[in-house]
């Protein structure tokens, strides 16, 4: 993970990749929907801004309207001035790399299609120094992903062992349960080598969440605290203000444990909990998220009653504006079981964690939108300021700000100037002031990744495998209990009471979010 300035005449401009990006093809599947507008070429867009594409690179989109070439550039050139993240566009690299999109029409499931996607392969303007190095990108309904590898296979665009570079990313949700994740898994492999598998989990393409390594690794100061001698117990809040909104269709089916406990909550957890690594390589790093996952027992039914919470949101408010109940959402039904938020006690049988409750909470139409987690090591012994504080002295809490405001604080107790007594003070470090460099969208990140073959952070079928077997004792417990206990909160709040109660049961509270300032 070196990192290397590409454009000196642009600071915000780094790659952290040593290894470049060989000529490749990369075949978008799902070319015309959101994602593909929102995130996949915007990210495109600014590695050919940064320079990190090289000259010989075609994008091919593959969907299933008829649409020409032109059409197809311009309605991402459309999309890419809505959406970019950084404006306005540069209207000369948009040209440049747009003059190398092609469009293809196709099914999904209909095996001559990809014959024929071969052959256009091959006949490309570029497709003399690309040679065979493809990456196929499914950003399509999930229902397709196993088929789509299938006709990739059968078609000769999979995997070979010739050197050249066949590469598959996989969007989320990967599986709906552990069995159907199994099967995802094996059809995939029956195509594609796992490490020509990139499975995509968009937080581990955020700068923040990459930092929790190089944070707990590359210093001295917090390993030696990173334990249950010290710390008290771990809080991670992914809250989100936005409701479902047009998603309903999807998230009936999903909820919050599917959508966002099982992939990104867990992916924090493992990243915060694990065992320093034996290098920075792919397996290494996994190997150690997966040996937590792993150390957490499946919880039993009662276990679950006790430690885990879910509940759906009412109407109500957020910023003055009305906001519907999550059962009058379009395409949800009117009496939906579906969980927006959940809340869940875990803890990690082994030597470093034992006795430590990690706290995970999640949820949509909440107060405020942040992620962060929070760790709270034990409270100082209080004698020696006993008669000067009311109650016993603060826990120092090390505050860590994924989104938005990216940054890092330290709570701890200080002497009031004039008196004897004392108060909790922050000690901040900000991203935004404390870099002068581009902050790159997560999937930037990723697919410079899996156009270079680095897997470390994609998820591996084992660790996705572990989380499904977390997930699924919750979801199948819910599912004994139907309509009981799923209680209402009201839009912007931070959930229902009985989350509050998951801490306050242990003596503890849910620490409030802070706008971390400038
Ligand atoms: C997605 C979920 O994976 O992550 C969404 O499907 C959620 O429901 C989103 O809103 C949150 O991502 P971010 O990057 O905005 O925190």
Known sequence: MSIAIIDPACPALISEHPAQVPPTAAVIFGATGDLTHRKIVPAFYHLAKNGLLPDDFAIIGFARRPKSDDEFRKDLGDALRQFSHTKPVDEEVWKKLSSHIYYFQGELDDPEAYKRLAEKLKTLPESAKIGENYLFYLATSPEYFGQAAQNLAAAGLASK??????????????????????ELNRTLQAAFAEKDIFRIDHYLGKETVQNLIYFRFANSIYEPLWNHLYIDHVQITVAEQVGVESRGGYYEHAGAARDMLQNHLFQLFTLTAMEAPASLDAESIRDEKVKVLRSIPTPSLSFLQKNVV?????????????????????????DSLTETFVAARFEIDNWRWHGVPFYLRTGKALATQFTEINIVFKRPPSVLFAASSEDRLRRNTLRIRIQPNEGISIKFNAKVPGKAESEAVDMAFLYRSGFDHYLPEAYERLIVDALIGESTLFTRSDEVEQAWRLVDSIKSAWAQQGARDLPLYACGSMGPVESDQLLEKDGRFWIRPKEMAS
């Open 161 to 182: 062992a010739d050197g050249t570079r066949r590469r598959l990313i996989v969007e989320k949700p990967f599986g709906s349960d552990l069995k159907s994740a199994q």
């Open 310 to 334: 879910r509940a759906q949101y009412g109407g109500g408010y957020i910023n003055n504006k009305p906001i519907p109940s999550y059962r009058q959402e379009e395409k949800v039904a009117h």
